[in-house]
C-alpha cells in the first residue's frame, strides 16, 4: 500500500525558510519520480518542484529559493523553502509517479501540510 505522509509545514515570517518533508513506503521509492505542488485558497493546484532522480526541476516562482532533493536511504523527499513570501502560503502536496505493471504510471497524493507565511 502505497503511502506519502508529509510534515514540516507551519508558519513563519517572510524572509524565513522551512523544510518539508515526505515519508513514503509502499513501492521502490529510488526508482518514482517525485514532486512537490501547492495549492493556495481560491487557485488551481500548481507544481513546484520535481526531482525525477536523475535531474530536477523548479517553477519560475520558486527558482533559486526553493531546493527539492531526496534521501533514498529514508525513502524521503524534501523541499527546502528559503527567501519565503507570502504568495508562498498555500497547502504543500507530496506527488509520486509509481510504476506499475501493466498499468504504467500511477499517481499517489500525500494528505497536504501547510504553509503560512505572514508578519
Known amino acids: 500500500q502505497v503511502q506519502l505522509v508529509e510534515s514540516g509545514g507551519g508558519w513563519v515570517q517572510p524572509g524565513g525558510s522551512l523544510r518539508l518533508s515526505c515519508a513514503a513506503s509502499?513501492?521502490?521509492?529510488?526508482?518514482?519520480?517525485m514532486s512537490w505542488y501547492r495549492q493556495a485558497p481560491g487557485k488551481e493546484r500548481e507544481l513546484v518542484a520535481t526531482?525525477?532522480?536523475?535531474?530536477?526541476n523548479y517553477a519560475d516562482s520558486v527558482k533559486g529559493r526553493f531546493t527539492i532533493y531526496r534521501d533514498n536511504a529514508k525513502n524521503t523527499i524534501y523541499l527546502q523553502m528559503n527567501s519565503l513570501k507570502p504568495e508562498d502560503t498555500a497547502v504543500y502536496y507530496c506527488r509520486a509517479l509509481v510504476p506499475v505493471s501493466g498499468v504504467g504510471l500511477r499517481i499517489y497524493w500525500g494528505q497536504g501540510t501547510q504553509v503560512t507565511v505572514s508578519s
Open positions: 509502499g513501492f521502490t521509492f529510488s526508482r518514482a519520480p
Open positions: 526531482d525525477t532522480g536523475d535531474n530536477t
